[in-house]
């Protein structure tokens, strides 16, 4: 019995060794896995990704070193702590290692493809519908991923957009993911800018997303405005005094009440203002977002506004700067 006692204390120290050991090695590989930095996006397009990703949205993404990629370059070196260039600097490549890579599978599902309708040209035409969804797959997936139908037909050069089926494999800008890092406390809408961000309450930028605003500048409202409503998939109201400029609008003389979707004037999301008729909304055409100008709202790409939604509240201050 005592041999046995002491074979077994041996068999238990060996194992405990065994275990510590195989414990000490594993650490030492986890530690060399942490010590080995993540990639620096590597060009424009992995830059716009990675922003899009913290929040920091450069409208569509495209590739493309444009002033919307600038602006949001911009807005996050400030928010980083770094001198806002608006440039892919060194320091600011270091500051958005990213955690994933770039591109991603997206398979085509019968999903994707139902519903797929094109919009009707008439607002009459468009209260009737029952729903104001994606004309196209392309339109569909360039929203999903916040990018440009050009970036994903370059990304795909073999794919047949107008025939496509589901299984289908494209390759897609890994962008769908928005993680907004920080409380938000308040919103400042630069008019110069055309941009709005969401602040913390130490006032650092969190969130950033390129505007359209009025085309007319008495209808720009500057100063303090208040968060009233929040709503997801709104419908929207078409009253014909807004767009004198249509002569649908001169000769029907009544409101319409259109149903929600993508291509509802307003999008997928309402954020109301204590001002009558104003407020922040998506648009049925992102490429446009900074680049046209509204009857006074203020207009984000449809994954924009629906980001902010989720941000905002009721009564949450947002200022408006000249």
């Known amino acids: 019995m005592r041999l046995i006692g002491c074979a077994l204390i041996l068999a238990a120290a060996m194992t405990c060794h065994g275990e510590e050991g195989a414990t000490e090695e594993a650490a030492a590989e986890a530690q060399a896995v942490e010590e080995v930095p993540l990639p620096m996006p590597a060009n424009v397009f992995e830059a716009q990704v990675e922003l899009h990703r913290r929040g920091f949205s450069c409208g569509s993404i495209d590739g493309v070193p444009g002033a919307q990629t600038a602006g949001a ?24 290692r990213m955690a994933t890579v770039a591109l991603k599978e997206h398979e085509v599902s019968p999903v994707d493809l139902g519903g797929l309708e094109p919009v009707p040209k008439t607002w009459l035409e468009k209260s009737e519908r029952e729903r104001l969804g994606y004309a196209t797959v392309l339109e569909a997936l360039g929203e999903r991923y916040h990018a440009n139908p050009k970036i994903l037909q370059q990304l795909n050069p073999d794919v047949d957009w107008a025939g496509m089926l589901p299984g289908a494999v494209l390759t897609v800008p890994a962008a769908d993911e928005v993680v907004v890092a920080g409380e938000p406390a308040e919103i400042v809408i630069g008019l110069s800018e055309r941009e709005l961000e969401v602040l913390d309450a130490g006032g650092r930028v969190i969130a950033h997303f390129p505007v359209s605003i009025a085309k007319m500048a008495e209808k720009r409202p ?14 929207y109201t078409f009253n014909p005094a807004v767009f004198p400029e249509s002569a649908e609008a001169r000769s029907l003389g009544r409101k319409l009440i259109l149903p929600p979707g993508p291509n509802n004037p307003v999008g997928l999301a309402w954020v109301g203002l204590d001002r ?18 509204s009857h006074g709202c203020f207009r984000l790409a449809n994954w924009d506004a629906v980001t902010l939604l989720r941000l905002v509240r009721v009564g949450m201050k947002v200022v408006v700067v000249p």
């Open 73 to 96: 370059l911009r807005a996050f070196q400030r928010s980083a702590g770094l001198r806002p260039t608006g440039l892919l600097d060194t320091r600011t490549r270091e500051a958005l």
């Open 222 to 235: 500057v100063g303090e405005l208040h968060v009233t409503v929040v709503i997801p998939n709104p419908d």
């Open 276 to 293: 009558p008729g104003y407020g922040m909304h998506g648009t049925p055409e992102p490429e446009q977002v900074g680049r046209t100008e």
